[in-house]
């Protein structure tokens, strides 16, 4: 599969992600459009999704764009979705055959094309063992409605099980220098067993930027403010610390924190691509002056080492 190295993440584009809460919020379609041309005129040729993603809005407005567009463009594009959320509050969730079947097909149907490169499981389903999961997922393949299938927010033992129970090629979690926990587990599992592993929330939901200081406000209008919950734990003079860190280093280097951040993800031979999440095209700046920042083992390590 041609995956770019860098994957422009459309979990804004009408929303804050999966969480009903913000459905209708996020980037407005207009938004949408000038950020997938912007990543387009960038070589960005990679998309990541998901059904739920603004409650549908994100694959729909993917779709309307993709129409706009010539053959070259629709033909080159790689679209990857997953499915496990509720598309609205109070709606179904979960990994039953019948659910992911239909939901992929709701899906071809927003983004108005036969068949996506790749679908991923949201997140692990407790209550559906995972071979009846991948069961539904081989007839999509069979069908031609799929060209491959993976797993997103997966523990090692989860990932283990999976492997024996279907053909799961790639995986997608969250991976940072402030979220190493795929090292433990999942990170060498991938590479022992060939899979493609494509981190999201590679900039810590913007705090490897370094627009989070310590005793500051959040500036108006950033993720922060709007949903921080899974960051507060960042809250911490420890991180802090770190961020100063990085900050010098880019600085030596003459780039962004940020560029920087998501260069130490791409000099990781097991990352196949990283999947960024900017709001506006001036913030696809540092992960495209990443593709050209060239880390040394040495240097990768001291960039971690930052953050204990
Ligand atoms: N599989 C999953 O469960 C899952 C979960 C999360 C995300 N994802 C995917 O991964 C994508 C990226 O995740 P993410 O949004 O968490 O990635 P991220 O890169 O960690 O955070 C993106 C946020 O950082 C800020 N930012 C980005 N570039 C910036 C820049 N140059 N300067 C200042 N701030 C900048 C923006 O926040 P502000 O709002 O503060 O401007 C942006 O919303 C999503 O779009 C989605 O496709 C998947």
């Known amino acids: ?98 659910r992911v079947k239909r939901q992929l097909e709701s899906s071809l149907q927003r983004l108005g094309v036969e068949r996506v490169d790749m679908v991923l499981t949201h997140a692990w389903d407790d209550d559906v063992p995972i071979a009846e999961t991948a069961g539904a997922l081989d007839e999509l393949v069979a069908d031609g409605k799929v060209g491959a299938y993976g797993l997103s927010n997966v523990d090692g033992a989860q990932l283990r099980d999976a492997l024996a129970a279907g053909a799961f090629g790639w995986v997608q979690n969250s991976y940072s220098l402030l979220d190493r926990e795929p090292e433990q587990e999942v990170l060498p599992l991938c590479a022992e067993r060939g899979l493609g592993f494509t981190p999201f929330s590679p900039l810590a939901g913007g705090w490897l930027t370094g627009k989070y200081r310590r005793g500051e406000e959040a500036p108006p209008g950033s993720r922060m403010t709007t949903r921080p919950e899974p960051y507060l734990h960042l809250r911490d003079e420890a991180v802090y610390r770190g961020l100063d860190g990085l900050a010098a280093a880019a600085a030596e280097r003459g780039v962004s924190p940020a560029a920087l951040a998501i260069a130490w993800l791409l000099a990781d031979p097991r990352v196949t691509g990283v999947v960024v999440g900017p709001r506006r095209p001036d913030q696809l700046e540092p992960p495209l002056a990443a593709l050209g920042v060239e880390l040394g083992e040495d240097e990768r390590d001291a960039l971690t080492g930052l953050f204990g």
Do not use: H, Q
């Open 1 to 98: 599969m041609r995956i770019t190295r860098l994957i422009l993440g459309c979990g804004n584009f009408g929303g804050v992600g999966s969480a009903p809460a913000f459905f209708g919020k996020g980037e407005s379609r207009d938004e949408a459009f000038v950020l997938m041309d912007a990543a387009w005129e960038a070589g960005i040729r990679t998309f990541d999704t998901a059904d739920a993603y603004g409650g549908g809005r994100s694959e729909t407005w993917i779709g309307d764009w993709l129409r706009t567009k010539g053959a070259d463009v629709r033909d080159s594009i790689v679209l990857s979705t997953k499915t496990f959320n509720p598309m609205g509050e109070g709606e179904d969730r979960g990994l039953a055959p019948a």
